[in-house]
């Protein structure tokens, strides 16, 4: 027989080529199996992405850039109940860096603040309760929401060492809502005077508000005189006998003796001086646009010379001749808008632009003005209509953020001086926004005083940006403040 043939032989070569790389191949995937790189991936460590591009057709809004997927249910979805033990408690609305404290009425608003203020969560014997203030006021101020050059008048009482917030009463009793939050502060009493519980002014002394003072066991004295001047005089004497018994002067703590003074003719000017002299010992007194009450004087003459005169608004507010008479009992400023190199003639006086000039204002003689020119502060804001909401947020520059009076003369939007100003005072970071320093603004009153858009757009300029970014114009460090 002939033996194989070469093709015969090609063949088998062939076959045992194949099987070696089969063996080969066979041992590669062994070796990279038992790697563990051969593993396919599986639900426990990857997922998957869809992405769906045809939207679905929202249903019909009255106003689809306010609700583009649909307006949202007419309800609140839950409520939020009060803390167990303060059922009068009454939630508010705030954002990122603002707080509403809501308040459809005087009653309601002055309520909202000292509730913000003092939690009363401690029974009155706690340690230091009747100490540093921690969480009940040592007595109150009772105004009625009727008479705004009262109202302003009373608010020196409210600082220490009487700690005495502005509560809202009628002329004839105490609203339930009022008595209810008197009974829930539940004051320690002002040591320093007679631990007297309540200062009733002006139109709050009557019958029907002492004899409900009188049946919760209050102890109260009542404040009066036959006008305002006289009023002011009588505040001021009572106030500073009890901060300074020495002299019977409100005294700052460098000796200085401060004097807030407004036009009775316009009285909002000095709306601004409520939240200052709830921060400060001053004293608060009137003038006439052209004339100064005897009782002004007077109360100026205690001062032996040492006042320190802030006018409140232009000379259309107090002339001229009314600033050179006060300078008999003292040095006066204005607190003013004007300026002599950035004004040709002297600019509009406003409420809304005095209240701005008070925030940035600093002398130091007389420790006056908040100095802020920067960020890192608290601000209240009210309609400039709304004074009771101005007198009875009084307590937020007295305590907490210290936040001085800006005001609005729109309840749909920020004049454009208050808004530059917010955007001025913005917080901005270097290095990483933990940094700080945050703004707070107190919004007062009801959404037909400020409405929530505005409160929005408050939030917004006030929010911390970067400062790095190229179009970040506005804003500042906490240092930017004057010292």
Same mark, same amino acid.
């Given at each position: 027989?002939?033996?194989?043939?070469?093709?015969?032989?090609?063949?088998?070569?062939?076959?045992?080529?194949?099987?070696?790389?089969?063996?080969?191949?066979?041992?590669?995937?062994?070796?990279?199996?038992?790697?563990?790189?051969? !593993?396919?991936? @599986?639900?426990?460590? *990857?997922?998957?992405?869809?992405?769906? +591009? =045809?939207? #679905?057709?929202? %249903?019909?809004?009255?106003?689809?850039?306010?609700?583009?997927?649909?307006?949202?249910?007419?309800?609140?979805?839950?409520?939020?109940?009060?803390?167990?033990?303060?059922?009068?408690?009454?939630?508010?609305?705030?954002?990122?860096?603002?707080?509403?404290?809501?308040?459809?009425?005087?009653?309601?608003?002055?309520?909202?603040?000292?509730?913000?203020?003092?939690?009363?969560?401690?029974?009155?014997?706690?340690?230091?309760?009747?100490?540093?203030?921690?969480? !009940?006021?040592? @007595?109150?101020?009772? *105004?009625?929401?009727?008479?705004?050059? +009262? =109202?302003? #008048?009373?608010? %020196?009482?409210?600082?220490?060492?009487?700690?005495?917030?502005?509560?809202?009463?009628?002329?004839?009793?105490?609203?339930?809502?009022?008595?209810?939050?008197?009974?829930?502060?539940?004051?320690?009493?002002?040591?320093?005077?007679?631990?007297?519980?309540?200062?009733?002014?002006?139109?709050?002394?009557?019958?029907?508000?002492?004899?409900?003072?009188?049946?919760?066991?209050?102890?109260?004295?009542?404040?009066?005189?036959?006008?305002?001047?006289?009023?002011?005089?009588?505040?001021?004497?009572?106030?500073?006998?009890?901060?300074?018994?020495? +002299?019977?002067?409100?005294?700052?703590?460098?000796?200085?003796?401060?004097?807030?003074?407004?036009?009775?003719?316009?009285?909002?000017?000095?709306?601004?001086?409520?939240?200052?002299?709830?921060?400060?010992?001053?004293?608060?007194?009137?003038?006439?646009?052209?004339?100064?009450?005897?009782?002004?004087?007077?109360?100026?003459?205690?001062?032996?010379?040492?006042?320190?005169?802030?006018?409140?608004?232009?000379?259309?507010?107090?002339?001229?001749?009314?600033?050179?008479?006060?300078?008999?009992?003292?040095?006066?400023?204005?607190?003013?808008?004007?300026?002599?190199?950035?004004?040709?003639?002297?600019?509009?006086?406003?409420?809304?632009?005095?209240?701005?000039?008070?925030?940035?204002?600093?002398?130091?003689?007389?420790?006056?003005?908040?100095?802020?020119?920067?960020?890192?502060?608290?601000?209240?804001?009210?309609?400039?209509?709304?004074?009771?909401?101005?007198?009875?947020?009084?307590?937020?520059?007295?305590?907490?953020?210290?936040?001085?009076?800006?005001?609005?003369?729109?309840?749909?939007?920020?004049?454009?001086?208050?808004?530059?100003?917010?955007?001025?005072?913005?917080?901005?970071?270097?290095?990483?926004?933990?940094?700080?320093?945050?703004?707070?603004?107190?919004?007062?009153?009801?959404?037909?005083?400020?409405?929530?858009?505005?409160?929005?757009?408050?939030?917004?300029?006030?929010?911390?940006?970067?400062?790095?970014?190229?179009?970040?114009?506005?804003?500042?460090?906490?240092?930017?403040?004057?010292?």
């Amino acid at each position: 027989m002939a033996g194989p043939g070469p093709a015969r032989h090609g063949r088998q070569t062939g076959i045992k080529v194949a099987a070696a790389v089969l063996i080969l191949a066979g041992f590669v995937l062994i070796v990279l199996a038992a790697a563990g790189l051969l !593993r396919r991936p @599986g639900p426990s460590t *990857v997922g998957h992405v869809r992405l769906e +591009t =045809a939207a #679905t057709v929202a %249903p019909a809004s009255p106003d689809a850039q306010m609700d583009p997927f649909g307006a949202p249910g007419a309800k609140p979805d839950y409520s939020v109940p009060p803390p167990p033990g303060q059922p009068t408690l009454v939630p508010t609305i705030g954002t990122k860096t603002t707080q509403r404290l809501f308040g459809a009425d005087p009653f309601q608003e002055a309520v909202s603040v000292t509730q913000h203020v003092w939690p009363a969560a401690l029974p009155e014997n706690a340690p230091n309760e009747n100490d540093n203030d921690p969480d !009940r006021p040592w @007595g109150v101020t009772l *105004v009625t929401p009727d008479d705004p050059l +009262t =109202a302003i #008048t009373a608010v %020196p009482l409210l600082h220490f060492p009487d700690d005495a917030p502005i509560l809202y009463v009628t002329r004839n009793g105490i609203p339930r809502i009022t008595a209810n939050e008197i009974k829930r502060l539940g004051d320690t009493g002002m040591s320093r005077y007679h631990n007297v519980d309540a200062f009733l002014v002006g139109a709050a002394a009557n019958p029907g508000v002492e004899h409900g003072l009188r049946a919760m066991g209050l102890k109260y004295v009542t404040v009066t005189a036959p006008n305002v001047p006289a009023l002011a005089n009588t505040v001021d004497q009572l106030y500073g006998r009890i901060e300074n018994p020495d +002299t019977g002067v409100p005294t700052m703590d460098n000796g200085a003796q401060d004097v807030m003074v407004g036009s009775m003719q316009s009285y909002d000017y000095l709306l601004p001086a409520t939240h200052w002299v709830a921060h400060m010992a001053s004293g608060l007194l009137w003038v006439n646009a052209g004339s100064v009450p005897q009782a002004t004087i007077s109360a100026l003459k205690r001062r032996h010379g040492q006042a320190r005169i802030y006018l409140f608004g232009g000379p259309q507010q107090i002339s001229g001749a009314v600033a050179d008479q006060l300078a008999r009992y003292g040095t006066v400023m204005r607190v003013s808008n004007d300026d002599i190199v950035a004004f040709n003639a002297p600019p509009k006086e406003t409420p809304v632009d005095t209240a701005l000039a008070f925030a940035k204002m600093w002398d130091p003689a007389g420790e006056v003005g908040w100095k802020i020119t920067g960020p890192g502060h608290g601000f209240t804001l009210v309609n400039q209509r709304d004074w009771q909401a101005a007198v009875a947020s009084a307590p937020l520059s007295h305590l907490g953020f210290h936040a001085p009076l800006l005001m609005t003369d729109s309840a749909t939007r920020l004049p454009p001086q208050v808004d530059a100003y917010y955007r001025s005072v913005a917080p901005t970071y270097l290095t990483s926004p933990a940094d700080g320093p945050y703004n707070m603004s107190y919004v007062i009153g009801g959404w037909n005083q400020i409405g929530w858009p505005v409160q929005a757009h408050v939030d917004y300029i006030s929010e911390m940006v970067n400062r790095r970014v190229w179009n970040t114009a506005t804003g500042g460090r906490y240092t930017d403040s004057q010292p």
